[in-house]
């Protein structure tokens, strides 16, 4: 039967201890890691529910997963998503006063359109 010294059995402790401490620093590494992913596949799904629902239209996709990826809360901002109601564009004005509405055919474009800058003149 093979017997422990005093001192071989402190450093065995010794050595233990030095590799429980790099284990859990890993292990807390991996942790931050694992943590990182979860938030940024969060921010992917809270982006593409924003791109559904055309909030945000002038950022791309990236830009919102950045933006979200900021956040403190992301299950808030979902909720916030999920609430709010689709955006849709119905007609732009350009700086020289013509008006593009949204969907129509050429024929009633112009109608529509004069109808349109006339209720923003008379706003």
Known sequence: MNKFSQA??????????NSLRALSE???????????????????????????KGIEPELSFQDKVAGLLR???L???EEAVGLAAPQMKLASVHDDARVNV???????????????AANLASS
């Open 8 to 17: 071989e059995a402190g450093q065995a402790m010794k050595l233990a201890a």
């Open 26 to 52: 890993e292990n807390q590494d991996l942790k931050t890691k694992l943590s990182h992913y979860e938030k940024k596949e969060h921010a992917e799904k809270v982006a593409r529910l924003m791109e559904e």
């Open 71 to 73: 956040r403190e809360r």
């Open 75 to 77: 299950d808030v901002v």
């Open 102 to 116: 949204e969907g129509s055919s050429d024929g009633d474009s112009g109608f529509a359109a004069q109808q349109f």
